[in-house]
């Protein structure tokens, strides 16, 4: 992916934290760009009652090679920036892994 290393990612104490610009109700499932310093993800699902942020969960999931569990939202349930947490994760493996987007 074209400005991997622009999308904000940072070590914690328990993986990496990952900034996520929501794309919802778009017309397919996936990496779409980088925003800002946040990675731009589109979803097919529609911005109600957690639909959308259950669908990036899968979508970051299946991108970093981490389960569902492993992927949490830590900010902006309500917002299209959001923050999330990636359990177990090593912030250079998930740039890593951006660059093969």
Do not use: W, Y
Not at 21 to 26: I, Y
Request: aromatic share 2%; net charge positive.
């Amino acid at each position: 992916m074209k400005d991997a290393e622009n999308v904000s990612i940072r070590r914690d104490s328990a993986g990496a934290v990952i900034a996520v610009k929501v794309v919802a109700g778009s017309s397919r499932d996936g990496a779409a760009g980088v925003v800002g310093d946040r990675l731009k993800v589109a979803t097919t699902a529609a911005p109600e009652k957690g639909k959308a942020n259950a669908a990036v969960v899968g979508i970051l999931a299946a991108m970093f090679g981490l389960t569902r569990r492993q992927v949490r939202l830590i900010s902006g349930t309500t917002t299209p920036t959001k923050t999330f947490h990636l359990e177990g994760a090593n912030p250079e493996t998930v740039r890593e892994a951006l660059r093969r987007v």
